[in-house]
């Protein structure tokens, strides 16, 4: 009889040819499957009690209805935590736009081929055991994460003092998943601010290093590529948690590779990151030394004033470049049947949004979140520049309450809550109702789409405190659905304020 042909074993279920990648096949990838990986070449069968004949068969009809399936666990708990890590976290759903792509989603299509090298191989393993540990409750993974990590620390610092054109981009995304890794296992501390205490911003700064000197010394012989895009575009989000100036060599986002839609939003955020930087730092100066030269004061006021809203207007300007299948938008309102009260678990209020995909509703999430964030630094700046000035300020804040509940209307289509259903019964009016979907679970992949706009609106003291502690609710759930400790903080004291 010949030898069982090689495959991973959810292809040797499915009786398809399998394309051996490791540690997960593309046919599992493309199809949404489970990989659980290759059989160890050393096979050692064992007889069981009926065929040595140490026990008679039964026979005849089973006593009752017995379930058949199989489940296969590789003896490796890194296989297979690695495995269920890249199946469930970095599938990217379709049509993703690239401007609200990060690290993960952005470098998939070119994360190198298994056998990695051992830095990059040390990074998913440890991030994956980790995420293992918290969502499957299996506590033998974290020490087998730890462990690993400390191996990385090890390698990781050999590496870096060695960069290269070749080996830059797996620093880079080993640099990232060690900071995936430390918001992974956070556990807020009592006291701490949020700002102060996450251990993943020292990885962030490692990052800026790294992508120095390639701006510096290797950046001739190697243009920037994905993964150094999409590692600026983490790092500019790193700056607007802490409120830090961005060096200057950081902010022509074209020199990263960004172009059309991408580099224009970009130069809104960068352009309002360093706003953003100034005006803190003037609030910091007024509360520790007093108030500074009244002329002196009034004058940079109204010069980040103007900026404020040049911004505003920038981004109107640059929404109206998205394509138009970007803007096919449906409005819904559930009934008191599928919502008694509100705001709820899984929505805060019964008007609702839906899009061609739940990639389409992460942009207008982003794009949304931004528009509060933006109106809140220039409701700030009017703080100090013009406190009568109510009318303007209540136009923000109308303005800011508004976005904000169109923002919350969004998050259940993207996190698929519920589902479009075509009206078929009347002729007539034909359309679409909806249903909810409240027993599957919430997938990662679907998650990660709303993790950013609800960091940023949960941070910003502006938005009605009521929708507030809804978004920081979806944080702190989302933490735990996808074994992110650093998310599970949002509803305690410590988690950041933008």
């Not at 290093?209 to 920037?224: C, E, F, Q």
């Not at 803190?280 to 900026?307: P, V």
């Not at 509100?342 to 931004?370: E, I, K």
């Not at 909806?434 to 003291?461: R, Y």
Request: charged fraction near 20%.
């Amino acid at each position: 009889m010949p030898f069982p042909g090689g495959g991973c074993q959810t292809c040797r279920d499915r009786r398809i040819k399998c394309d051996k990648a490791q540690p997960i096949c593309q046919r599992c990838i493309k199809s949404r499957r489970t990989c659980y990986g290759m059989r160890d070449h050393q096979v050692w069968h064992t007889e069981n009690a009926y065929a040595s004949r140490q026990k008679k068969r039964p026979r005849g009809p089973r006593s009752m209805k017995m379930n058949l399936t199989v489940s296969y666990k590789p003896a490796d708990l890194k296989t297979y935590a690695v495995a269920y890590f890249m199946h469930n976290y970095l599938q990217a759903p379709h049509n993703v736009p690239d401007i609200v792509k990060d690290v993960t989603r952005g470098c998939l299509a070119v994360l190198p081929s298994a056998p990695w090298c051992s830095i990059l191989d040390l990074a998913v393993s440890s991030l994956a055991l980790a995420i293992f540990s918290r969502t499957q409750n299996y506590p033998h993974a974290t020490v087998v994460a730890s462990a690993t990590y400390h191996r990385l620390l090890q390698v990781a610092q050999a590496a870096i003092h060695y960069l290269t054109p070749e080996n830059v981009d797996g620093c880079l995304l080993a640099v990232f998943f060690m900071g995936r890794y430390e918001d992974s296992v956070y556990h807020p501390p009592t006291k701490s601010p949020f700002i102060h205490a996450s251990p993943s911003f020292s990885h962030h700064d490692g990052a800026l290093a790294i992508l120095k000197v390639w701006n510096d010394h290797l950046s001739g012989d190697r243009p920037a590529t994905n993964v150094i895009k999409h590692t600026r575009r983490g790092l500019l989000r790193s700056a607007l948690m802490r409120n830090l100036a961005l060096p200057r060599w950081v902010h022509d986002g074209a020199f990263f590779a960004e172009h059309g839609l991408e580099l224009e939003y970009d130069r809104i955020i960068t352009g309002l990151l360093n706003l953003r930087h100034r005006l803190f730092t003037l609030i910091n100066e007024i509360t520790t030394r007093g108030a500074c030269q009244k002329a002196e004061l009034i004058s940079i006021l109204e010069q980040l004033d103007e900026e404020s809203r040049t911004l505003d207007l920038d981004l109107e300007t640059c929404i109206s470049h998205v394509p138009d299948a970007w803007h096919q938008v449906q409005e819904h309102t559930l009934s008191n049947a599928d919502l008694p009260s509100w705001p709820s678990a899984n929505f805060y209020a019964p008007a609702l949004y839906s899009y061609p995909s739940p990639a389409y509703a992460a942009f207008w999430g982003q794009y949304n979140a931004t528009r509060i964030l933006i109106k809140s630094t220039r409701l700030r700046i009017l703080a100090l520049h013009n406190p009568h000035n109510l009318s303007l300020k209540q136009n923000l804040l109308s303005d800011i309450q508004s976005v904000s509940e169109v923002l919350a209307a969004i998050v259940p289509f993207a996190l698929q809550r519920f589902r479009l259903v075509k009206n078929t019964l009347s002729a007539s009016s034909p359309g679409v109702s909806i249903t909810l979907n409240l027993k599957e679970e919430i997938k990662p992949a679907d998650a990660s789409l709303v993790v950013w706009p609800l960091t940023i609106a949960s941070g910003l003291k502006y938005v009605d405190s009521q929708r507030q502690a809804w978004f920081k609710a979806q944080l702190a759930r989302l933490g735990r659905l996808v074994g992110f400790g650093v998310l599970e903080s949002a509803e305690t004291d410590q988690w950041l304020q933008l």
